[in-house]
């Protein structure tokens, strides 16, 4: 396991996220309203503050995804999960959360609604080729194994 130091500014009164278990690969982050409550109505989206501000190291990302208990239990996603926050961004993380269920959802300051996890990613040199290696799968795509 890695161990990345990342600059963080905190504007928000909440603490900084934080992992929930010392194996989690992500890190719970909280709404900050003060303006106060937000309310999603079913298919309603907004952008939630957090508050926080982040200089990632070169060469890392941070993704946004959502929490499973939320998209279980209340049908509250990310709009664009993963979100991507690139290295080169220095404005306030912003969380696009959407309401795919069947109720109102209201968010409150301090709520937890996503999950942060930093990762190390490659930059890509594309080699124009006439054609691929092949492979036992080929082009099966989608459901092409089968269901058992």
């Given at each position: ?19 929930g ?55 509250i ?72």
């Amino acid at each position: 396991m890695d161990r990345v130091k990342i600059k963080v500014i905190n504007k928000s009164h909440h603490p900084l996220p934080d992992y929930g278990t010392f194996e989690a690969a992500g890190m719970d982050v909280r709404a900050y309203l003060p303006e106060g409550p937000v309310t999603l109505k079913p298919l309603q989206r907004a952008l939630i503050s957090t508050g926080l501000y982040m200089q990632l190291p070169e060469g890392y990302e941070c993704q946004i995804r959502p929490r499973s208990g939320m998209a279980l239990n209340y049908g509250i996603t990310i709009a664009n999960s993963p979100g991507t926050v690139d290295a080169d961004y220095r404005g306030e993380i912003g969380i696009i959360l959407l309401n795919l269920g069947e109720n109102d959802f209201t968010v409150n300051d301090g709520d937890r609604i996503c999950q942060m996890v930093i990762k190390q990613y490659s930059h890509v040199t594309w080699e124009p080729v006439k054609e691929l290696d092949r492979t036992k799968r080929e082009d099966g795509a989608f459901g092409h194994t089968g269901r058992s």
